[in-house]
């Protein structure tokens, strides 16, 4: 599919393409747009999209094609587009645009689209308030089944998802929830009231957007309610925006797993620089931080010349110890992140990854041994040392890989940020100080 609209755009059968768009999924067309490298290109092709297909296709694009797009047309043109996004979507786009831009968009769209703008934009970013839409459907208790299937069918069209109706009080307090399926199976004459589901979960506007995903993934929903601190609705989460935040999360972590500033540009979309800009400062660090290995190799200078044979296995262990440690910390930073492990459980984790450490640091030691004595063929207390080393540096390296993100989201701070390379840098200096205090006390350096 995407070669055929290529070669159209190729051939400049902008009117065949136009045909071909017709009969084609909308998030098919934005793939293909987010292909096009030239901008010129992807402004001309978007240009000939049937009206009422734009904003649909819109909705799908990456961030950064959208921005390319709106600021490419008249004010006129990109205000029509704004006015027929749902507005979660609308105000994820003004969102990232300069303030200058946002306003002169926002004077060009219709006044019921700017007013559900404003009203997202002012929550706090990654906030349940600032990804909820305001097109939902909402019924009256006193309502029957009949007349609230009449509504449906008059105001639906415009509403990001009917599947879920939404019962308010005159002050538009949430009291019930009702489903379509419940609607149309329920007779005719029967009242709202009777039929609405009255347990309720709802979502704050300033609870955290990855919270919000978490309750998704418990409750199986497809949309969420938010409401205020009264208890008022004001807008609801789609499943198709956690979707999003959960992909957005997991990328984050990754990230800051990897000592990578995060970014919302797509990579083959980022320049050098912008990278170069985003991983040096955690390099930096991590380069200064490598200071201390360096001090505590140094303090060892004059064990290490009476045993030089020591020198080599300096690197399996750090890297064990290393390699063990992230283990545990990627683990628990999973567990955390689901919603799995929480601060109350610290000392059940200690005591399962210490005994996990254990069992590691027992076979890797006696595999090491044999390693050490038959293929090395180092002396018996050589081989003890570094043996005995990898045990207690599996010990510590769990140890310190399962505390150190509980600790970090108990004071507040994301655990990704003391993954992978803080983890590790921690354990390089340990597992040498552990190391050349078992050399000094059983080789009498």
């Not at 404003?118 to 990654?126: A, F, G, I, K, S």
């Amino acid at each position: 599919m995407t070669e055929r609209f290529q070669e159209l755009v190729e051939a400049k059968e902008y009117a065949r393409l136009r045909q071909e768009f017709a009969e084609c999924n909308e998030a098919d067309i934005a793939a293909f747009l987010e292909e096009l490298s030239d901008q010129h290109e992807l402004i001309r092709v978007f240009r000939i999209l049937p009206k009422d297909m734009a904003a649909d296709v819109f909705a799908f694009l990456e961030l950064d094609v959208q921005q390319k797009i709106i600021t490419s047309m008249t004010d006129h043109e990109a205000g029509d587009i704004l006015s027929n996004l749902f507005a979660d979507d609308a105000a994820d786009v003004l969102e990232e645009m300069p303030a200058s831009v946002v306003k002169r968009l926002l004077a060009n769209t219709d006044a019921e689209t700017r007013r559900d703008i404003n009203h997202l934009l002012r929550y706090p970013e990654d906030s349940a308030g600032s990804i909820m839409t305001v097109e939902f459907v909402d019924l009256k208790a006193a309502l029957s089944v009949k007349e609230a299937i009449e509504k449906l069918r008059k105001v639906g069209v415009d509403k990001e998802t009917i599947y879920t109706c939404y019962v308010l009080d005159p002050q538009r307090k949430l009291i019930g929830t009702v489903s379509l399926r419940k609607l149309l199976l329920s007779p005719d004459d029967a009242k709202i009231e009777d039929i609405m589901e009255e347990h309720l979960i709802t979502a704050n506007t300033l609870m955290d957007q990855e919270e919000v995903a978490l309750m998704f993934q418990k409750y199986d929903f497809t949309s969420m309610p938010v409401v205020d601190s009264e208890n008022r609705l004001v807008g609801i989460v789609t499943v198709d925006d956690i979707v999003d935040i959960l992909q957005q999360e997991a990328t984050e972590d990754i990230e800051k797993m990897a000592a990578i500033t995060s970014t919302d540009v797509p990579y083959m979309r980022t320049g050098a620089f912008e990278t170069f800009k985003k991983r040096i400062p955690w390099l930096l660090l991590l380069m200064i931080s490598a200071i201390f290995t360096e001090r505590v190799i140094d303090s060892y200078t004059a064990a290490l010349a009476t045993c030089v044979v020591l020198t080599q296995f300096i690197p399996m262990l750090m890297g064990t110890g290393g390699n063990a440690g992230g283990q545990a910390s990627a683990t628990i930073i999973r567990g955390l992140s689901l919603g799995e492990i929480e601060f109350s459980d610290i000392l059940s984790v200690v005591w399962k990854e210490l005994r996990v450490a254990l069992l590691c640091g027992v076979t890797l030691a006696a595999a090491s041994f044999v390693k050490l004595i038959f293929l090395n063929r180092v002396p018996l207390d050589v081989a003890l040392v570094v043996c005995v080393t990898l045990v207690f540096t599996l010990l510590v390296a769990k140890l310190i890989g399962c505390c150190l993100p509980i600790l970090a989201k108990k004071v507040g701070m994301d655990p990704a940020v003391v993954a992978s390379p803080i983890v590790t840098t921690i354990l390089d200096i340990l597992s040498l100080v552990i190391y050349f205090r078992f050399a000094t006390i059983i080789l009498h350096l």
